[in-house]
C-alpha cells in the first residue's frame, strides 16, 4: 500500500472501533409482522404468539435476517437512535473518496446470528474497520474494497453483561467508475436505426401510397361522399363498403399536440413535436411537426402546412411544418 502517499492515512484508520448505534425500537410484533407481510415471510414462529407458545421458543421471536434492520438510521437525515454515537463508522469512504474514488457498490454482506432475539430486547451494535485492501481493477472500474464488521448487541440490565447476539461483515467498493464507450459510437449505432414501418393493408394500402407521390389522400365514401379518417373496411356513416379518396390540400391547423422530451428514442428527433392535425377537409390526422424555433411550443389553432419526408431511402411520410397566415 505505497502506491499513494495518502495510503498510510488509510492504513492508519484500519483496526479503528466505532461507538454504538442503538435500535429506534424495541424488538416488537408490529414491525415484525409488517416485515414478514412485505419479506412474504409466513412462518408463524414470527407472527402467532400461540403457535410460538408451542414451539420450543415458548414465544414470538424475530425473523434472524431483521437482525441488521432493527438498527438502521431514520430517513431523512439518517437520524440515529438517542444514546448513538456521533462518530462515523464510514468515515474511510470519505477519504478515499477525497482522492478521486466517487462510487461506492456494497459487494457482500454475511450475517452470523448467534441466538435468536425476542419481543421487547434493545439491539445496539458497535462497528470495526476490519481492511482495505489494495488497490485493485474490477468491471466496475479502479478503487479499494473496504471491509467493515459490524457486532450486535441486546443490551441487558445493569450490572450484566449486554450479550452478543450476531455479527455482519460488510463491505463494499470505493472506485472509479471505468469510462464508458465513447460518445461517436452511440451516435453511429442510432443513425443505422431506422424509421418503424407502417402496417399496410388492403384497406390503407392508398393512404400510405400517396406519400409516394406527394399526396395526402383521405378515404371518401362513394354513396355519401363524407370522409373518415383512418382507413376502414366500411363507411362509418352510411356502412357502405364503396369507398375511394379524396386528395386534400395538406393544408390545415394545430388541433393539439404533444412534444416529447424523454426517453430519447432513435431515430427521431429529440425534442420530438408530434401533432394532431386538422385537415381544411375536417378529418384529423397525426403525424409529426417541423419548423419549430428551440425552445417555442407549438400552439392550438397554428396553421399548418405539408411536406413530404422520404427516411431510409425508402418510406415518405408527411410532416406538418407550423407556418404564419401570411405564408399560406
Ligand atoms: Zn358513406
Known sequence: MAKYEWLSEIEAMVGRQYGRIYAWDKINEAMVRQWCEIMGVDNPLYTDAEYAASTEHGQLVAPPAMLQGWCLAGYGDEVLAPGSTTENPYEVLKVIESHGYPAVVAVNSNLTFDRYITMGEKLYYTTVLDSVSEEKTTALGTGFFVTLKMTYFSEQAEGQEDEKVGDMMFRVIKFKPAQRPEKPADKKEAAVR????????????????????????????????KLQHPPAPVCMHCHSFDLGYKVASGKGEL???????????????????????ELEEGVRIPAGLIGLEEGVSPKIGQKVQVEYHTFDGELTLPQFRLVSPEEL
Open 255 to 277: 388541433y393539439s399536440f404533444v412534444v416529447m422530451h424523454y426517453p430519447h428514442v432513435a431515430p427521431f428527433d429529440s425534442p420530438n413535436p408530434i401533432g394532431l392535425i
Open 194 to 225: 431506422k424509421r418503424p414501418k407502417p402496417g399496410i393493408s388492403d384497406d390503407n394500402r392508398f393512404f400510405w401510397e400517396g406519400f409516394k407521390v406527394n399526396e395526402t389522400r383521405i378515404q371518401e365514401c362513394n354513396s355519401c361522399k
